[in-house]
């Protein structure tokens, strides 16, 4: 008799071959995959005891699918395997929901032993089945609070509520400012035309009077009958009709619809209440999530992104052009004489230039390129699928533009000043971050011992 299925995610066949060996002779049914895709595909699909996940895949991060899976079976249990180990990903992946932490290369004992303790503790917490409801009520208000994709948020709750909740059909509606309004966000239905009639119809009864609906300010859950709606449907039966709130206002709606003759009892209400609930935390979350990432990789004076983000951006666009053999270029940008600037107009003055050359940077390059201040009077650029001569070209123009533009004309200045800028390309001059960061700033301040205002590519590296 098996002691658990557990499905294997490495792209090392080494690897995997010496996991899987080691579990099956331990009693275990063993699956394996050897990307994140593919192992999410296979977590939709059947349910697994266990998941061993190596950090570093060819496609997606074992992070990414460790967080994606806590969505799809929140219950899963997760053991992190990975070769190249550091406090950070320790940490995050348990706060992600890992239930433990191993390093290679593995040693096979300890590796059956936290396997076995790992599934001996799911089996504990599954077998009392007086604790079923309150479980899936957990799984699914996990998969809720872990959502920090506002655009996704609504679509997982409605998936949370019509497991919890038995329903044909399922909508949700959400608010946004004006002139957006209201507007249909996600849905479970026969057909697009089915769920977009269904909406209109309820954005139409959520937006009557409370006099008109009986609806107590919109807050509680109620069941109501399909014909409050005015739709002519024949084959549904009641609907629930849940809010869900941020900041004591309605942000959102589910309606859940029954099948003919069907009804929803206090049970009913109360588990989507308490989805309700957990939709509303998770949407605080949303909001802290969102504030905490702007202030840890925005600038905070020209609100451009900060070195922290070009740091990571710059080890994803090089892993990206590893993969699929493109180029990419960075550019290094000073400002000449800036402090003339500061000690001329004084340092609130320089403080707004640097926010509108910020602005001219950020106009004078595409939406999928990076720009940030690096520090002071420093700003970088990264340019994907861009090659040296094209980050020659583009980085000359950016050069013309400033020079030609006078600054703090709204403040009745005509601030002229001049940048010098060193380019450095991916693989051409160099062929690692580090290098990319090294030889452009070099290659910036070659220009700045000698003419200023001029641009700069790095000599390409040698082997």
């Not at 809720?144 to 919890?164: G, W, Y």
């Not at 014909?227 to 900041?247: C, E, H, R, T, W």
């Not at 000690?343 to 050359?357: A, C, F, R």
Request: charged share 25%; proline share 3%.
């Amino acid at each position: 008799m098996s002691k658990g299925r557990i499905l294997i995610v490495d792209d090392s066949r080494l690897s995997g071959t010496f996991c899987t060996d080691i579990l099956a002779a331990d009693g275990f049914d063993v699956e394996t995959a050897s990307s994140g895709i593919e192992a999410l595909s296979l977590l939709k699909a059947r349910d697994f005891d266990l998941v061993i996940l190596d950090l570093i895949l060819p496609d997606i991060s074992g992070q990414e699918v460790l967080h994606r899976s806590k969505q799809i079976k929140a219950l899963t249990n997760f053991i992190v395997v990975t070769g190249h180990a550091s406090l950070d990903s320790a940490i995050e992946c348990l706060k992600s929901g890992a239930s433990d932490y191993l390093t290679k290369p593995i040693n096979p004992e300890e590796f059956k032993i936290i396997v076995n303790r790992s599934i001996e503790q799911k089996r504990l917490f599954e077998e009392n089945s007086g604790l079923k409801r309150l479980i899936k009520l957990y799984e699914l208000s996990t998969a809720i609070l872990t959502c920090l994709d506002k655009e996704r948020f609504l679509e997982v709750v409605l998936d949370s509520m019509l497991q919890i909740i038995h329903g044909k059909v399922g909508i949700s509606i959400s608010y946004e400012r004006e002139p957006v309004g209201w507007q249909l966000k996600a849905f479970q239905a026969p057909d697009e035309e089915t769920a977009k009639n269904l909406a209109d119809a309820l954005i139409s009864y959520v937006k009557l009077p409370e006099s008109e609906t009986g609806l107590p300010g919109g807050k509680d859950t109620m069941s109501l009958e399909l014909k409050a709606l005015g739709l002519p449907y024949s084959d549904m039966g009641p609907f629930l009709l849940v809010p869900i709130s941020q900041n004591d206002s309605i942000a959102g709606y589910l309606a859940i619809f029954s099948e003919l003759n069907g009804s929803y009892n206090k049970s009913d209400i109360e588990n989507a209440s308490l989805i309700a609930n957990q939709a509303t935390l998770a949407l605080e979350n949303i909001r802290l999530y969102t504030e905490a990432r702007e202030l840890t990789y925005i600038d905070d004076l020209t609100r451009l992104h900060n070195i922290r983000y070009m740091d990571i951006a710059l080890d994803n666009e090089i892993k990206r052009a590893k993969r699929f053999k493109s180029h990419l270029s960075f550019l290094f940008i000073d400002i000449d004489y800036f402090k003339n600037i500061n000690d001329s107009y004084g340092h609130q003055v320089g403080s707004k230039v640097l926010i509108e050359l910020g602005q001219i940077l950020r106009e004078m390059v595409r939406e999928i390129d990076a720009v940030a201040r690096y520090g002071g009077d420093e700003f970088t650029i990264l340019l994907v699928e861009t090659n040296a001569a094209g980050a020659t070209v583009i980085a000359n123009r950016i050069r013309d533009v400033v020079e030609k533009h006078p600054f703090m004309t709204e403040e009745g200045l005509s601030i002229r000043l001049t940048i010098t800028i060193g380019v450095a390309a991916y693989p051409e001059q160099a062929s690692s971050k580090e290098e990319l960061l090294t030889v452009s700033d070099i290659a910036m301040y070659k220009g700045k011992n000698t003419t200023r205002n001029v641009v700069v590519l790095a000599e390409k590296k040698t082997d």
